[in-house]
C-alpha cells in the first residue's frame, strides 16, 4: 500500500528484467526509493500504482544504465577476492584524489593515508546512495535534476566524454566535502590537534580514529545544511563543475 515501503523489491524486479546486474546490491534500494518519489509516490493518493511504478521502473533504468552506467553497480574478481561497486568505488577513489586540493587544511593536518581512509568512510555513505538520506531533500531534488532532465548548469564538454551523471555527483561530492568539511574545520583546534598528533608520529590509523568525531561533523552537516546557505553550496558545485570539464586526465581517470 506504500509504495516508497516497497523500493527494495521494485529494485530488484527493475534490475532482473533490464538484465543489468545478478542479485541485489546495497545501495540501490535508496535509488529505487527516490525514483519513485520522483514519479509522484509522495503525494500518491492510492490510484494509478501500475503507472507510478512503471515510471519509476524506467526512471531506475535511466540512471543505472544512462547516468551512471551499468558498472557503477557491477562486480568483479581480483585474485580469489569478488568486489561489488568497481564504478562506485573507483569514483570514490578519484574524489578523495581531488579533495586532496579541494580541501588543503584537512590534507595537510592528516597527511595522505590517514586522510583518504578518513573520508573514504564518508564517501562510501554518500556515494554509492547518490546521497538519498546524506542530505536535506530540496539539495537531492536540485542533485537529481542535474543528474536527470536537460540543465544549464551541464557542462556540455564534459557530458561528451563520460556518463553525464559521474561530473555532477563528483561536483556534489567535493563541494560537500568543502562547504561541511573544510570550510568549517579550518584553523580550528580539532585541526591543530590531528596535525600535533602527526608531528608526533602517530601511524596513520590511529590519526583516523582520532579524526572519527571531525568526520561525522562533516556528515552530520551536510544532513542538516541550513536553507540560507543553499547557494553558496550550489554555487561551488557549479564552479567545480566547470573546472572539472577542463580536467582531461581527470576524466581520463574517471
Not at 104 to 116: K, N, Q, T
Not at 149 to 178: D, K, M, N, W
Request: hydrophobic share 45%.
Amino acid at each position: 500500500s506504500n509504495p516508497s515501503s516497497a523500493a527494495g523489491s521494485f529494485a530488484s524486479a527493475a534490475t532482473t528484467a533490464r538484465c543489468l546486474l545478478e542479485g541485489y546490491p546495497q545501495g540501490l534500494n535508496f535509488l529505487a526509493g527516490m525514483s519513485l518519489l520522483c514519479a509522484g509516490a509522495g503525494c500518491w493518493d492510492g490510484l494509478g500504482e501500475a503507472a507510478l511504478q512503471e515510471t519509476a521502473f524506467w526512471l531506475l533504468a535511466l540512471l543505472v544504465e544512462d547516468v551512471l552506467d551499468p558498472d557503477f553497480f557491477g562486480a568483479d574478481v581480483n585474485g580469489h577476492l569478488q568486489m561489488a561497486y568497481i564504478g562506485g568505488l573507483g569514483m570514490r577513489a578519484l574524489v578523495v584524489e581531488l579533495a586532496e586540493a579541494q580541501c588543503p587544511s584537512m590534507f595537510d593536518a592528516l597527511g595522505v593515508e590517514a586522510f583518504r581512509s578518513s573520508l573514504g568512510a564518508v564517501l562510501d555513505q554518500w556515494v554509492l546512495s547518490l546521497f538519498v538520506g546524506c542530505a536535506p531533500y530540496r539539495l537531492l531534488e536540485y542533485l537529481w535534476d542535474h543528474l536527470i532532465l536537460p540543465s544549464p548548469y551541464h557542462v556540455t564538454e564534459l557530458a561528451r566524454r563520460l556518463p553525464r551523471g559521474l561530473g555532477t555527483i563528483i561536483a556534489f561530492a567535493l563541494a560537500a566535502l568543502q562547504c561541511c568539511g573544510e570550510e568549517e574545520l579550518r584553523g580550528s583546534d580539532v585541526l591543530r590537534h590531528l596535525a600535533a598528533r602527526r608531528e608526533q608520529g602517530d601511524p596513520a590509523d590511529l590519526l583516523s580514529l582520532e579524526a572519527a568525531e571531525a568526520v561525522q561533523g562533516i556528515r552530520t552537516r551536510l544532513l542538516t545544511w541550513p536553507q540560507e546557505k543553499d547557494a553558496t553550496f550550489l554555487s561551488a558545485v557549479t564552479e567545480i563543475l566547470v573546472r572539472l570539464a577542463g580536467d582531461d586526465g581527470g576524466s581520463a581517470r574517471l
